[in-house]
């Protein structure tokens, strides 16, 4: 870690974050605050400060007297969430169709076809996000990106996992739009959104 | 104002907070500092700190220059917020039909048939509310009840201005999920959450 001005507690934050969001540690794996005081030559205070913020971001989990562990997520708890995006998504779809920007989901239809794998992620946010905000309502926008960021790090494992099956359920769902197919749009999101879900819980049954 | 032993802020706070949601003022009614403080025999800071307090909870509009108002909404917003709560609650409706409470329906029924007209607000919020419990998903439940609780004042003040129309919709709404028929209890539903939306775009208008 190189020395920075920032205080030692942001420094370790920021850096337990990044390897969090980057699926360099697993969901439930066990964050030792000894340890990472030691590999970085600091006291354990500042590591626990760092930890208690992740705790609060609902990054981490704090498990009084055992220890910090990376957050992780039951199978029924992954479904109700995934629920609540579903409801957003499928809504929008179907009222705000036509609205849906025509220019913007070609491009990212080009980049699932062209673009480097490990975007993928990145322009699969980009098209469900494209969808919901063909609604063009702050209050409901907010509402479907305030779930989505609060979830950051299960989604961003649930997509990796998922990105190279789930590149051409996209390009079929862009199609679909573009071609004004409203009908099939639907059944493959649904069916999109409920793969993820089954493919997930067996990945996150796996680790625990 | 009784003393007590809650810091002055904190007094002002609770009564404005009281006034705004027993509507005893109006949407967008302008909150003078210094009447407030001359009313109560009190200095402009705790005033000032408690309209800060109200304005951070989104009660209160801090206009910099100008003064402190109790929030309006445009009609647009209005329609928007209740896009959401839409949203939430035909989806629960709609995929949780068999799961509603019918013991909690009924005696709600009973209520709205019997009951004083001053709850008529709180068997209304209960019952829709219901809707969304049906779903069992804690996240779904959440999400719409942050946003109702956000916005309680304009709820309070919508529910308000139609109690008395409104609570023959609301024991329609109740007949048919008793009896099972989905398709009518959810164009209850919507019919109901549009008209809301209509007297309230007229009673807002026709205070600004």
Do not use: W
């Not at 179907?94 to 491009?107: A, C, Q, T």
């Not at 961003?156 to 199609?175: F, G, M, P, V």
């Amino acid at each position: 870690m190189a020395i920075n001005k920032k205080s030692l507690t942001d420094q370790v934050y920021s850096m337990l974050k990044e390897k969090i969001l980057n699926r360099d540690v697993d969901l439930g794996e066990q964050l030792n605050t000894r340890e990472i005081a030691e590999e970085h030559g600091i006291s354990l205070m500042p590591v626990r400060d760092a930890l208690r913020r992740l705790a609060n971001e609902d990054l981490v989990e704090n498990r009084p007297r055992v220890g910090f562990f990376v957050k992780n997520f039951s199978e029924a708890e992954v479904n109700d969430i995934l629920e609540v995006r579903k409801m957003h998504e499928i809504y929008c779809l179907d009222n705000y169709f036509e609205e849906i920007d025509r220019g913007v989901i070609s491009d990212l239809k080009d980049k699932f076809e062209n673009g480097h794998k490990k975007y993928f992620t990145s322009y699969d946010s980009k098209l469900h996000k494209e969808i919901v905000l063909a609604s063009h309502n702050n209050y409901l926008i907010d509402s479907y990106l305030k779930m989505i960021n609060h979830y950051t790090m299960l989604f961003s494992y649930l997509n990796y996992k998922r990105s190279e099956t789930s590149r051409q359920e996209h390009i079929d769902l862009i199609d679909c739009i573009l071609k004004g197919d409203k009908a099939k749009a639907e059944k493959i999101l649904y069916r999109h959104l409920d793969r993820v879900k089954i493919a997930e819980d067996a990945s996150i049954k796996n680790r625990a």
